[in-house]
């Protein structure tokens, strides 16, 4: 996916960018970049490397000494190089985005296919979807309007970061689907996705926008280019799986609301009679873990750790781009503690199930581990449509989905008339589902959180999430 931080001071604010886009590492792993505007040379600097084999910290530490200046904004990227520098009718600029852009072909052939128009092609022979959004953004007479009519054309979502020469321009998407947020301190402001990372560098909450809302940052403060709209559809994942645990969205802890989704995950199973004996309560790391505490916590039953991570020398494990080396990776990260393991019978709780590949590891290394039984819960509902909206899964096909190819094996294409059902753990269609995944992957027993349990524990209006990804429903 990606993510983005800005800031600009009455001071150097090089150090500031730094740290708080490494502070948003977590949200994509192929490329990182920095841009700065110097006041005092009335100049723009940018750097961009490749972060996948190597962290944003440890490629951009050597750049600092030349880069710098009184703004700043920096760009986690999961797909195109960015930000980029763009010189136009509308002055000099940096860009960042995050979204995606489903249309992009039809935008770049139907717009800009006549003399005079060019984009630079990526290897792939893709146009970056941040250089196709900045030429969007000048085909108006200001930066305002074009940024509205960028994210009014594509289809998908666009959250915009833009770094001129008298402030910094933020806009969330139309439907604000990702957050965005401002703080503040005694020499400026900054704005980020994630609230810790301006927290951990003394900034205040200053200012949260709302969704399709445009605002201009100065280091004096905060000025609306362009009112909030009614509507927003922030996306459910943020508190589900990658949103940082420290971090608040809309006035919610992500922490806290994964403790409170493992809490009613435990609750409803109670209520139905269906919590299996076990030994203990475990979270698949990282994320799976909160999820698991809560779990734990209502149903009192122990929480344990029978197996952590390698993370000094193994990165995320979904950072190569062959499924193959993923798997490998994840195996190679999993460190059992025998001891909690050998006849115990455990129940392991996970953020989301997605295409399974790696749970099928996760449990034959249980099981050789010495387990006696292995019982599995998602922290969220079965996981039926890609995502559109933001560019955060690497499916080619939905068939890739663990419960969309379950239900294709189960009752062919018939089967893709009845997903509601299918999601739903109660019914009989469910209940085939949950038997066959239970045998494919070798459970002794699946459940998956109930929708209206996911969204009680994140505590917004239900029409203010998305959850296109379970229900197919914009």
């Known amino acids: 996916m990606g993510g983005f931080f800005g800031a600009i001071s009455r001071k150097n604010c ?21 841009a700065f505007y110097d006041s005092q040379s009335d100049s723009f600097q940018r750097q961009i490397h490749s972060i996948e084999n190597t962290p944003f910290r440890t490629k951009f530490e050597g750049d600092l000494v030349k880069l710098g200046g009184t703004s700043g904004i920096g760009c986690i990227s999961d797909t195109d190089p960015q930000p980029l520098l763009f010189r136009s009718h509308l002055g000099m600029f940096a860009l960042a985005t995050v979204g995606i852009i489903n249309n992009a072909e039809e935008l770049v052939s139907n717009a800009f296919s006549g003399p005079g128009h060019q984009f630079a092609a990526m290897s792939s022979g893709k146009v970056n979807a941040t250089e196709l959004t900045a030429a969007l953004i000048n085909q108006k007479e200001d930066l305002v309007e074009g940024i509205r009519y960028a994210q009014e054309v594509i289809d998908g979502s666009s959250t915009i970061l833009i770094l001129t020469r008298d402030g910094i321009i933020a806009a969330r998407d139309k439907l604000g689907r990702l957050p965005v947020l401002v703080g503040q301190n005694l020499e400026g402001c900054c704005v980020s996705f994630e609230s810790f990372a301006y927290h ?97 916590n209502h149903s009192h039953k122990p929480f344990a750790r029978p197996f952590v991570k390698y993370t000094p020398t193994w990165a995320r494990s979904f950072t190569p781009s062959n499924q193959e080396m993923r798997n490998l990776i994840a195996e190679m990260k999993q460190i059992p503690v025998p001891e909690l393991i050998q006849g115990k019978k455990l129940l392991l709780v996970d953020d989301s199930i997605v295409r399974g590949t790696q749970l099928r590891e996760t449990v034959d290394f249980l099981y050789q581990s010495g387990a006696k039984e292995v019982h599995m819960r998602s922290a969220c509902p079965p996981i039926m449509y890609g995502c559109k909206y933001l560019n955060f899964s690497r499916s080619n096909s939905e068939m890739e989905l663990l419960a969309r190819k379950t239900i294709q094996r189960l009752e062919g294409d018939e089967g893709q008339q009845h997903i509601a059902e299918y999601s739903d753990g109660r019914t009989q269609r469910g209940k085939c589902l949950l038997k066959s995944i239970c045998e494919e992957l070798g459970f002794d027993s699946l459940g998956y959180q109930n929708l209206d349990g996911l969204l009680e524990a994140i505590g917004l209006d239900r029409d203010k999430v998305c959850t296109y990804c379970w229900t197919g429903e914009e």
Not at 200 to 211: F, N, T, V
Not at 221 to 243: N, R
Not at 264 to 271: L, P, Q, V
């Open 14 to 34: 090089r150090y500031d960018v730094f740290f708080g886009t490494d502070y948003h590492s977590h949200l994509g792993t192929r490329r990182g970049g920095m």
């Open 200 to 296: 951990k560098l003394g900034y205040q909450d200053y200012y949260e926008l709302g969704p399709g809302e445009i605002v201009k940052i100065t280091a004096n403060g905060v000025e609306q280019l362009a009112a909030p709209g009614d509507k927003m559809k922030i996306c459910a994942f943020l508190w589900t799986y990658y949103g940082y645990p420290n971090s608040n969205y809309e006035g919610k802890n992500v922490e806290v609301v994964r403790y409170r989704n493992g809490e009613i995950m435990a609750r409803t199973e109670e209520e139905a009679g269906t919590m299996p004996d076990v030994d203990s309560v475990c979270g698949v790391p990282d994320s799976g873990v909160p999820h698991a505490i809560g779990y734990a």
